[in-house]
């Protein structure tokens, strides 16, 4: 059973601070590690397919970061605005499976 | 990239009878999954659906409780036997990209409380 475990579960973040939290996965096997944004009653968004390790991703002011060796991505939210508010899913794919593997999420929400 | 729909959007059922979701993609796909978020937990994955063949499920799911079809490439549906409230979820049908390193897509779900 692959564990990928996200941290905090929820944040409360006030509009204009920036915020990060963590997806821990499995070290070994790694394939790919997704990121998603899941906002209520709306279709699950991808955000970023990451591969490498030390892999960057931006994606207008969200950000991610990949470390395969230790088992870790972070994620970043620069400048948070209350349409940031959702939860913020990662996946892992391993190089033995062919499916994604998601946390619990992060649920984020951005009061103005 | 697939757009896919999801049909009901949410529902209300009673315990003991059972409910079936339709899931279209606007293209063609050889596999389709499909995944339930329980309050609190994690998305899980339910089946791979594959066209043609008998679905794939996983560890803790049945195909008496949770039967899927696919009689072509952009449509499936799961239907949830013999609900109880324990089956209060939200159910999220999804199709591949073109690769592991390419996203997923998913649908709207379907919010379904068991009463």
Known sequence: ILNVEQS???????EGDSTNF???FPSSNFYALHWYRWETAKSPEALFVMTLNGDEKKKGRISATLNTKEGYSYLYIKGSQPEDS???LCAFYNAAGNKLTFGGGTRVLVKP | SAVISQKPSRDICQRGTSLTIQCQVDSQVTMMFWYRQQPGQSLTLIATANQGSEATYESGFVIDKFP???PNLTFSTLTVSNMSPED??????SAPGR???DTQYFGPGTRLTVL
């Open chain 1, 22 to 24: 963590t997806c821990s």
């Open chain 2, 88 to 93: 209060s979820s939200i159910y999220l049908c």
């Open chain 2, 68 to 70: 899927i079809s696919r």
């Open chain 1, 86 to 88: 959702a939860t913020y």
């Open chain 1, 8 to 14: 905090p579960q929820s944040l409360h973040v006030q």
């Open chain 2, 99 to 101: 690769g592991i390193t």
